[in-house]
């Protein structure tokens, strides 16, 4: 019997058929396909320049869809606009509010960070040189500094009547609402190696581990001045790991700012700010405040016209977590308020306003 392919179709269609709708559906939909395939390939061999143009219509199609792929526009629009300076242009911010990332999911990442963070520290403490008193004398004697003031008796502190002046460069309020000013300026002196801080605050610095030591106590400098290039190095540095494991720029900004101080509004940067620590316990967590050397600079850093910058509880004003080795210097008389009030410097400061 001879068939046309017309009929030879329509036979396998009607079987198709009935084996269910579905496979008819696929049948039909595949002819259809490989009829408009076979009337497109024929007429574009017959017409080259039509051809040229599809091709090229393609390419750029490919092209466009790859520059408008989320992962590249994202990160170098974003790093481009906002990373030089650390300034957050509203483009940015709306930018990060179409890309939900969900606050468990952060919470999660937080917290993974957080822990590594610890040991970050840890490492960065004790990869730093640290100087005790012994050290920094031996140093200053050969650069025929004073020693240290040892023979100055402690000043005490005349708490509450002393007048302050918000002019007062001990009592300059540095954080994230307030940047360094631009035209602030001060001198940096050596206090031994590449350590460095304001000039003003070093004899009181040694007379008060000095003081320590006398109690037994071995205090550890770490960390004093931070240049503006170390402190924005560091804080590019927390950033880029955050994004490394997947955050989007602000939110990595975000994490990152609290615990790396934002750029411009560290105090360690005008070299009123120390971290410090002891020989039996070097590390920058909290478990310092539990230590003898710990305990010890609560109870008397004021004496010496320094402050636990970031107490316990004050999170809420300071914006900072917790640091029981971070202090900074304001003077022996706003020192003796603040600790004895236990405020922090932020309702200090409010209060000379
Ligand atoms: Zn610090």
Redesign the pocket.
């Known amino acids: 019997m001879k068939t046309t392919v017309e009929e030879r179709m329509r036979y396998r269609l009607l079987r198709l058929g009935k084996k269910g709708p579905v496979r008819r559906g696929l049948a039909v939909t595949g002819m259809f396909f490989c009829v408009a395939l076979f009337h497109v390939v024929h007429y574009l061999r017959d017409n080259r320049k039509r051809l040229a143009m599809v091709m090229m219509s393609l390419v750029l199609f490919a092209a466009y869809a790859s520059f408008s792929f989320p992962i590249f526009s994202d990160n170098e629009e974003r790093m481009s606009d906002v990373q030089p300076h650390f300034l957050i242009s509203d483009e940015s911010v709306s930018l990060v509010q179409e890309e939900e990332v969900s606050m468990e999911e952060l919470e999660d990442l937080e917290e993974e960070f957080l822990d590594g963070f610890e040991v970050n520290r840890m490492q960065e403490g004790t990869e730093e040189e640290q100087f005790n008193l012994e050290d920094i004398l031996s140093y200053r004697m050969e650069q025929g500094e004073n020693g240290a003031a040892a023979s100055d008796p402690p000043k005490q502190p005349d708490s509450g009547t002393a007048a302050f002046s918000k002019d007062d460069w001990r009592l300059i309020l540095v954080n994230k609402q307030h940047p360094i000013p631009e035209d602030y300026s001060f001198t940096l002196a050596t206090i031994k190696g590449s350590k460095q801080c304001d000039e003003r605050i070093i004899d009181d610095l040694l007379a008060m581990m000095q003081a320590a030591n006398e109690d037994g106590i071995n205090l550890l400098i770490m960390?004093p001045y931070r240049s503006d290039a170390r402190q924005e190095w560091l804080f590019e540095k927390k950033i880029n790991l955050y994004m490394g494991r997947g955050l989007s720029y602000m939110d990595a900004y975000k994490l990152s700012s609290q615990i790396v101080m934002v750029p411009d509004s560290?105090?360690?940067q005008i070299g009123l700010?120390?971290?410090i620590v002891c020989d039996t316990y070097q590390s920058?967590t909290e478990g310092f405040g539990d230590t003898q050397a710990g305990i010890w600079l609560e109870e008397h850093c004021a004496e010496f016209g320094f402050i636990v910058?970031y107490p316990k509880g004050k999170e809420y004003i300071t914006g900072v977590e917790y640091?029981p080795?971070?202090f900074r210097y304001v003077g022996v008389e706003a020192a003796g308020v603040i600790m004895d009030r236990e405020i922090t410097l932020e309702e200090f400061v409010e209060e000379l306003e």
Do not use: G, K, V
Request: aromatic share 8%; net charge negative; no cysteine.
């Open positions: 960390s560290s105090e360690h700010a120390l971290d920058l910058r640091e080795w971070h």
